[in-house]
C-alpha cells in the first residue's frame, strides 16, 4: 500500500455519500433539493463522496462537483467511475432513460474498456464535476458487460493512469463477489465498492453463491473494502418490515421477508433498530473500511449518520452469530 492509498483510507471516515440518489434513481429531484442533501452530508461530517457517469447520465456528477468545488479540495475523497463512456443519442432525447434515472435519454451509455475508454471517462467526468482531479477510479459493473475485457484491458488501463498520476487510486465497483475476486486476484487495486454482497442478509459464499473468501483475501492484499448496498434495496432500511419490502431491486420472496422479520425482532430485543445495526454490520470484518449509502433528502442522510453514531451492543451480534443469522 502506497501513501497515497494509506492517506485516502484515512480520509474516508466511517460513512460516505453514495450519488445514485441525486442522479434521480426512480425519482426527479430538483437542483436545490440535491444540493441541499449534499450539504447535509458535509455537515454530518461526510467527507467521501461517490458517483458515476452512470447515475443520472452524468447528472449526479455534475450535481456533485457544483457543491464540492465550493469546498477545500484536500478535505474531502471523490471517487467517480469508468467502463461506460457517455455518447449523444438524438434518436431517443425526447425519452426518459431505460435505466432507472429520471432523466432525458439524451445520452446513452456505451461499454468501453480500453485505455483510450478509460481516459476519456476520467476526462469527461472531470469536465462535468468542475475538479481538478479525481481520487479514485473504479471500474464500474465490469460483470454485466465482459469480465475479458475486464482482466485484459481496463484494469492495465487503470493500473496505468494511477501510475501516471491521474488518479491517486483505482478499484472495482460490482454487485457480483465472485466478480470481485477475480479483479482483485488480477490488478493490484486500492479499493474494492462491493454493493449488496456482504449484509446481515447476505455475505460473500453463502448458500452457494461464488465469492468465498474474498473479504479474508483483500485484507491479505491490503485491498480497503467500501460496503454499498447495505440495506438490500431497501428491505433492512427499516426498523418495521412492511409486507412489499424489497431485496435486491424485486420484491422479497417470504423466506427473505421471515428472516428479515426475525433479524429485526432481535435486534429491537436488544434496543437496536434494524437500519442501524445493518449499517454498521460491514466493519464486522476489519478489511471493510467505509459503508457509503445514498440519499436524495437532507434527512436521510442526516439519519444515516445517526445511526452510524449509534452505539451497538456487543452482546447483538453475538446474539445473532449463536443463532445462525451472521458468521462468526
Not at 48 to 56: E, I, K, L, S
Not at 106 to 114: F, G, T
Not at 183 to 191: G, H, I, R, T
Not at 301 to 308: F, G, K, L
Request: aromatic residues 6%; hydrophobic residues 40%.
Amino acid at each position: 500500500m502506497d501513501q497515497d492509498s494509506r492517506q485516502l483510507r484515512e480520509q474516508l471516515g466511517r460513512l460516505g455519500f453514495g450519488g445514485t440518489g441525486v442522479g434521480n434513481l426512480y425519482r426527479a429531484i430538483s437542483d436545490e433539493q440535491a444540493a441541499d442533501t449534499l450539504e447535509a452530508a458535509w455537515d454530518a461530517g461526510i467527507r467521501y463522496f461517490d458517483t458515476a457517469p452512470h447515475y443520472g447520465l452524468g447528472l449526479s456528477e455534475r450535481r456533485m462537483g457544483e457543491v464540492l468545488a465550493k469546498k477545500p479540495r484536500q478535505e474531502f475523497v471523490l471517487s467517480t467511475k469508468v467502463g461506460r463512456v457517455l455518447v449523444p443519442s438524438p434518436a431517443t432525447e425526447d425519452a426518459r432513460d431505460p435505466e432507472g434515472f429520471d432523466v432525458p435519454a439524451a445520452l446513452r451509455r456505451e461499454w468501453d474498456p480500453s485505455e483510450a475508454g478509460v481516459r476519456r471517462s476520467i476526462e469527461d467526468s472531470l469536465e462535468r464535476l468542475g475538479l481538478d482531479y479525481i481520487d479514485i477510479a473504479y471500474l464500474h459493473d465490469p460483470d454485466v458487460y465482459s469480465m475479458e475485457d475486464a482482466v485484459s484491458s481496463a484494469l492495465p488501463a487503470l493500473e496505468k493512469v494511477r501510475a501516471e498520476g491521474l488518479v491517486r487510486a483505482i478499484g472495482v465497483g460490482t454487485n457480483t463477489a465472485g466478480a470481485a475476486l477475480q479483479c482483485v486476484e488480477a490488478a493490484n487495486l486500492d479499493f474494492l465498492m462491493l454493493a449488496g454482497r456482504f449484509t446481515m442478509l447476505e455475505q460473500p459464499g453463502s448458500d452457494g453463491r461464488p465469492g468465498e473468501g474474498l473479504l479474508d483475501r483483500c485484507l491479505e492484499l491490503g485491498t480497503g473494502v467500501v460496503s454499498v448496498g447495505v440495506y438490500n434495496s431497501g428491505i433492512l432500511a427499516k426498523p418495521e418490515l412492511p409486507s412489499d419490502a424489497h431485496y435486491n431491486y424485486s420484491q422479497a420472496s417470504e423466506e427473505i421477508l421471515e428472516r428479515a422479520r426475525l433479524l429485526a425482532g432481535i435486534c429491537k430485543e436488544h434496543g437496536v433498530e434494524l437500519p442501524t445495526a445493518a449499517i454498521q454490520f460491514p466493519f464486522r470484518h476489519p478489511a471493510v473500511i467505509n459503508v457509503t449509502v445514498g440519499a436524495s433528502k437532507p434527512e436521510q442522510i442526516s439519519q444515516s449518520a445517526e445511526r452510524m453514531s449509534t452505539e451497538v451492543p456487543g452482546e447483538l451480534w453475538q446474539d445473532l452469530q449463536e443463532r445462525g443469522l451472521i458468521p462468526a
